[in-house]
């Protein structure tokens, strides 16, 4: 076994069909998403091996996450709680070009991840050969014991001389009664990769109440500072610019007709992820994960639009737009 493992809520996803929103539409697409599960299937998309590892309830849904995912070529090491759901997310269109998520995760069975699952892992061996585990910043808003489940696959993995990589992913809506700060700061002090949004990485800088208007590159060092060898930043648009130790470079986005931008970071992180287990320098690293990001919005779904290495090569190309 190689390649990367993560770990996080996987969940049901309802797709609303058209524009406009539930208050009118009346159907829906059934699919999956959440971003660790996301980054699995797109590194397993670019041939790196991976494995995700979450919970489940014994529900239809639940069944569909593990089908879904173990269809994308991932490894899927799921606990099935029979006490509670698995977990929906529902994306609606209020108007063409925009999305709305809404998610119903109080009680599902995702956040019920518990350092057991970790112990459970070590004790079964799954951690053998294992080149990198990735967390993101979401897993430890869901619950406390899914926090503590998180600081002890990073302890398993610094124990077990695996690096870690860890996307910061703040979602506001989950940490409305506690400070997210010192837990992200706890993790990129504890990363040896930390990925991050501008205003996600001003938040890690500069705490929920700064109102100091950060540049990049204070950005990138105020992050570095607390620990991390590599540290990327997501600029959307903007591209990305990241810092391999003494190494700084920025490369700009790749254009392309935006469908659906929910994903895109996930691919991002797979693409970069992706090169990084394989031993590229910094500038293929970036190279494949702009573009990764960028092939990502040209289709809706949280994952289905994650590319395969060939699909790189098709952006951009001119000439017939029918492939024969």
């Known amino acids: 076994m190689s390649g990367i493992l993560t770990m996080g809520e996987s969940l049901g996803l309802l797709r609303a069909h058209g524009i406009g929103t539930l208050e009118h539409l009346a ?14 299937i797109g590194l397993a998309r670019l041939g790196t091996p991976a494995t995700w590892v979450g919970v489940v309830g014994d529900d239809g849904l639940g069944q569909r ?25 529902l ?4 108007t063409a070009g925009l999305t709305r998520v ?25 951690l053998a050969g294992i080149q990198l585990v990735h967390v993101t910043g979401i897993t430890p808003a ?38 997210p700060v010192p837990v992200y700061r706890e993790l990129v002090a504890s990363s040896n990769i930390v990925f ?31 620990g991390p060898r590599e540290v990327v930043l997501k600029r959307g648009a903007a591209g990305a610019t990241a810092r391999d130790g003494d190494e700084t470079l920025s490369v700009p986005a790749v254009p392309v007709s935006v469908v659906d931008s929910v994903g895109a970071g996930d691919a991002f992180v797979a693409g970069y992820l992706a090169e990084r287990v394989a031993g590229e320098p910094l500038a293929v690293r970036l190279h494949t ?12 779904g949280d994952w289905e639009s994650a590319p395969r290495r ?15």
């Open 196 to 226: 991050a949004g501008e205003d996600e990485a001003a938040l890690v800088v500069g705490g929920t109440d700064s109102t100091v208007a950060f540049s990049d590159d204070e950005l990138i060092a105020g992050l570095a500072a607390l």
């Open 65 to 89: 996450v593990v089908r879904e995912l173990r269809g994308q070529g991932v490894r899927v090491i799921a606990r099935v709680n029979p006490t509670a759901p698995t977990a929906v997310m």
């Open 91 to 94: 994306k609606e269109n209020p």
């Open 102 to 126: 809404t998610y119903f995760r109080s009680a599902g069975a995702g956040r019920t991840l518990e350092p057991a699952d970790v112990e459970a892992l070590e004790r079964d061996g799954e």
């Open 27 to 40: 159907s829906m697409d059934v699919a999956i998403g959440g971003a660790e599960g996301n980054v699995a």
């Open 289 to 300: 994960a702009v573009r990764a990001g960028a092939f990502a919005c040209t289709g809706s």
């Open 142 to 179: 869901l619950s406390e014991s899914a926090a503590a489940a998180v600081r002890t696959l990073v302890d398993a993995a610094h124990e077990d001389g695996i690096p870690v990589s860890f996307d910061v992913n703040h979602r506001s809506r989950l940490w409305t009664d506690r400070d």
């Open 310 to 324: 060939r699909d790189l090569d098709l952006l951009g190309a001119s000439g017939d737009p029918v492939i024969r």
